[in-house]
Every structure is written in C-alpha cells, then in structure tokens.
C-alpha cells in the first residue's frame, strides 16, 4: 500500500487527464444521456422536512435547491408537481401556491383547504406577495440561479399542512411522481434520508426535522430539446477567413413547418401571439444556421506573453430576453486567465488539477440581460490570457475553444479541420520556444523572400 501512496504526482495527473479524454470522448456520445461532464454532479435536489405531526395532519417545509454549476431554472420559472398515494388536501401553504384549488366540495363550514387536487401542481409566488404569506427563499417567481452564479438566490422554500395524510406502519408516506415542471428534467422518487438540523441558540443546540424526505431531479439536454440552440462561429487576426456556424446546426430553412424563421423587414407586429390560424409566430431570425443563439470567438491580437480573444454572444431570437445567461468554455489556456473585461468569469474545477473551464456571465444592470434580437442584441466581452511556455500555440486551431455551452446547452461547433489556419509554410517564427525552431523559421522566411 505504501508503495501506491509514494508514486510520483506525475502518475496522479496522468490519471487526471486520463478521466479527462474520457470524458472528451463521453461528451461526443452524451447528447441522449442526463450525464454532463462539465458538471457531473449537477442536479436540482427537493427536500420535505415534516416539522410538526398530529394524527392525519402534518407540516412541511420544502426547499428545491439548484445543485447545478451554472443551468439556471429561468422565467416562467418552476411548477413543481406530484401525485398523493392517498387522500391527502394541502390545508394551507406559505411562500408558494396551488395552481389549481380542486373539488372540495366534501368540506363544508368555513374551513376550506387550499387544495384538493389529487396531482397538484405548485407555484412559487411573485415578488411583493403580502408578508403573511411569505417564506423565506420565497417570492421569486419560480426562477433559480445557479450555485455559481448567485449562491443567494439558488433556492426556494415553501410550506404546507398537509391534512388527511396517507399513513403506513406508523411512518408518514411521501407522494411519487414528481415533476419539476420545466423543460427537460426528469425527478426520481422520495426517499426517507437523515433528518435536516436546524442550529438554535445561538449554535448552542441543534435541533431536527421529525423526518426528511429527499429526491433529485436531472435535466438531459436531449430531453428539453431535440434541436440544438446555439452554435459557434470563429475567425482570428492570421488569417481572414471567418468560419461560420454549421449550415443547419439548429435547423434548416425551410425544412419543415417547425423550422419557419421572420426575415428583419418582415417581423409580425406581435411576436408573442400566434397566428390566427394557431400556429404559433415563427421567432428565430433566417440564418444559414436557424440558431436562436450566436457565439463568435476571435482571436484578436497577439502580444509579446500574451493574447487576446474577443468573444460576442448575439441573441438572434425576436421573442425573447435571456435574463442572467452565461457562457460555459473549455480550453486548455482558461488556466492562465490574466483578465476578463465586462463580464464576470469563474473557473470550473472537475477533475482534480484539470483547470480549462469557466464560466461567463454579464455584469449586474450592465450586461446581464441578453435582449432579444436586434441591434442591441447581443454582449461582448475581451479575454486576456497568458502564453503559457510549452502549451500556447496558434497552429492546428489550438487557441479555438474545445466547447462551448449557453445556458447549459452545448453549442455545435465548426468541425476542427475548418478552424482558421496559420498561413501555409510559415510557422509562427515568434512564437518558436526554441532556437532550433527559430533557426528554421529564419531559414524558412529568407527561402519565401528569396
Ligand atoms: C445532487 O447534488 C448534490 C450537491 O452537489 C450532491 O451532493 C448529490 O450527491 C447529488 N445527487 C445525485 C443523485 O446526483
Ligand atoms: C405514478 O405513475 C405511475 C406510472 O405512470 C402510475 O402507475 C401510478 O398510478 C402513479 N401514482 C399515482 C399516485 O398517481
Ligand atoms: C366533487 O367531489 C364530490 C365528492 O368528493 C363528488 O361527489 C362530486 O361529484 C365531485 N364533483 C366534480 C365536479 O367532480
Ligand atoms: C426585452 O426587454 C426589452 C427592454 O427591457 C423590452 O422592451 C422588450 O419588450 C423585451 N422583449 C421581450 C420579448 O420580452
Ligand atoms: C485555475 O485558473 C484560474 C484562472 O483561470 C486561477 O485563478 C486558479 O488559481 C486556477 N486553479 C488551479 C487549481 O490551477
Ligand atoms: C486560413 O484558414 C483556412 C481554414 O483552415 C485555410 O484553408 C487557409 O489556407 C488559411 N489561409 C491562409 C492564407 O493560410
């Protein structure tokens, strides 16, 4: 055993980048599965602590936290659902609402409950909801941040009384069926885990919930959208061709019905109300690539140490706003960041020392809403990063990111082999670590004057 412990690190970060083109190679086979290499863990978990119990009735507080680097849970926010066992009512509830009250009509006198429906469907309430409603994390019209993002705002809370309540061997038993209520996420059932402690007295003792119940919801890219919703265009200052997106990366025009787009002199006046047929208004502006989201990288300038990209994410949607959007990117040289202009950046660290994803956001009243398209449609922002001695070079594509996600969601990629070139026959003489290298450049310059 000890032995093993005495390897040299070098063994320890081989094995790291052997997880690491693991999960290169999973991520091209991922598209079906919930597994997201870049947040492996990521998941939004629901917790039910049952904090008072008198015969059939008993109290809840539920919290849905957002375990999740940077997927964030946007407008209209989540509905979350389930199916009671038995003939459970909710009497009353703070912090979040029914959407539908249901037939209660076997309740009579003045105490009706708040809902009878057998599957109901939760809302959280809207921000200046009366303070006798209210509880805390409430309030916020169903929206969560990511933990990344805004680790204030990445939960919500509500509780109910819950009368009539489905009992077995002595032991409360929890509804099934859950739903989240927002595109692509699936729940898993309840289970019984250890009971959530609360600090009292100043820390001096604790207390717990009666029980806790605890289940997790995952989201499959796949599952919230067939289509892709986003692709990634490049071009850089050594070479003037401008890779473009993918034709069809998202759709093709006029492929079918689902894939209309509006052309910028023909918006419908209303873009939110379908047509008087009922289909609903085509929103996406007509490209090659039918995406509703651009990314452009450019590689703008090269510096003596270092080098600069420039990255615009444009909206080419006309119906809608992204408010706190963010950008995920992989590539090897985010582990040298020196400065990020006008967003917010934070690396993201899976696999041990690997450190070549981070993540962007807008700033806060700046640039953190995304408007739809348009001329003020998109944000840019400037990255400088460090060449790295040994690992930066601008042959073979390397300063193109490996990947890039909007809002989770992984945008198609131009295929490697397009990726802007250094011109043929001149290798990057200032950039060459060694003088043999040099030397040959040198040699190679004179024989392409001469
Ligand atoms: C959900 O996320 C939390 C926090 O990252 C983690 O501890 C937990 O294991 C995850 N659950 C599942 C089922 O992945
Ligand atoms: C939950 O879903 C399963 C499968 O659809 C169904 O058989 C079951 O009756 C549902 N449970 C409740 C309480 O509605
Ligand atoms: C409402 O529930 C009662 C008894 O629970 C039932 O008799 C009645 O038919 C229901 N009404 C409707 C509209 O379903
Ligand atoms: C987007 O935001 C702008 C400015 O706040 C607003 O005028 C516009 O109506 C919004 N558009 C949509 C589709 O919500
Ligand atoms: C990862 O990179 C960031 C900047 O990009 C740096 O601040 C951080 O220290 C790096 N972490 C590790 C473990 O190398
Ligand atoms: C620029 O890059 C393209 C695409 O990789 C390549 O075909 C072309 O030869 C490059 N241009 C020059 C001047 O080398």
């Not at 993002?149 to 109910?160: G, M, R, Y």
């Not at 009539?164 to 739903?179: D, G, K, R, S, V």
């Not at 008087?276 to 090659?288: E, Y």
């Not at 040699?443 to 392409?448: A, E, K, N, R």
């Amino acid at each position: 055993m000890g032995r093993y412990r005495r390897k040299p690190t070098f063994h320890l970060s081989f094995y790291d980048l052997l997880v690491y083109l693991f999960f290169l190679v999973i991520i091209q086979f991922s598209a079906a599965d919930a597994y997201d290499p870049m947040d492996p863990k990521g998941n939004i978990t629901v917790k039910w602590d049952i904090v008072e119990w008198h015969d059939d009735t008993y109290t809840a507080e539920v919290t849905i936290f957002n375990f999740q680097l940077y997927r964030h849970v946007e407008m209209p926010g989540w509905r979350f659902g389930w199916a009671w066992k038995g003939k459970e009512v909710i009497w009353k509830m703070w912090g979040a609402e029914a959407t539908e009250q249901g037939n209660c009509s076997m309740f009579s006198g003045g105490n009706i409950p708040h809902c009878c429906e057998r599957k109901p469907v939760i809302i959280d309430l809207l921000s200046g909801t009366a303070y006798k409603d209210q509880y805390y994390n409430c309030c916020k019209g169903g929206v969560l941040s990511s933990i990344t993002q805004d680790p204030s705002k990445f939960a919500s809370s509500f509780k109910l009384v819950v009368g009539n309540a489905h009992i077995t061997n002595n032991a409360l038993i929890p509804p099934e069926n859950f739903t989240l209520g927002v595109p692509g996420y699936t729940c898993g059932p309840a289970y019984v885990v250890p009971p959530s402690r609360y600090s009292d007295d100043g820390g001096r003792r604790w207390q717990q919930a009666l029980a806790t119940w605890s289940l997790t919801c995952s989201y499959s890219q796949f599952m919230a959208s067939r289509s892709p919703r986003c692709c990634v265009s490049m071009s850089s200052f050594y070479n003037s061709t401008i890779v473009p997106c993918p034709l069809c990366s998202c759709s093709c025009q006029g492929l079918d019905s689902a894939a209309k787009c509006v052309k910028p002199d023909q918006l419908p006046t209303n873009l939110q109300m379908p047509n008087s047929d009922g289909t609903p208004n085509p929103v996406v502006m007509c490209t090659r690539h039918m995406c509703p989201i651009h990314v452009h990288w450019h590689v703008k300038v090269s510096y003596k140490k270092y080098w600069r990209v420039k990255v615009t994410v444009t909206n080419l949607n006309y119906a809608k706003n992204f408010s706190e959007w963010n950008l995920v990117v992989q590539h090897p040289n985010l582990q040298s960041v020196e400065q990020v202009f006008s967003f917010n950046y934070k690396p993201l660290h899976q696999y041990g020392s690997i450190n070549d994803s981070g993540m962007f956001w807008g700033i806060k009243f700046y640039n953190d809403m995304l408007l739809h398209a348009g001329k003020l449609g998109n944000a840019q922002t400037e990255i400088l990063l460090r060449k790295d001695p040994g690992i930066f070079t601008f042959n073979q594509g390397w300063a193109f990111p490996r990947r890039i996600s909007f809002n989770g969601d992984d945008c198609v990629m131009p295929p490697p082999d397009t990726y802007p070139m250094l011109p043929n026959g001149s290798p990057t003489c200032h950039l060459a670590p060694h003088f043999i290298y040099f030397a040959s450049c040198l040699f190679f310059f004179f024989f392409l004057v001469l």
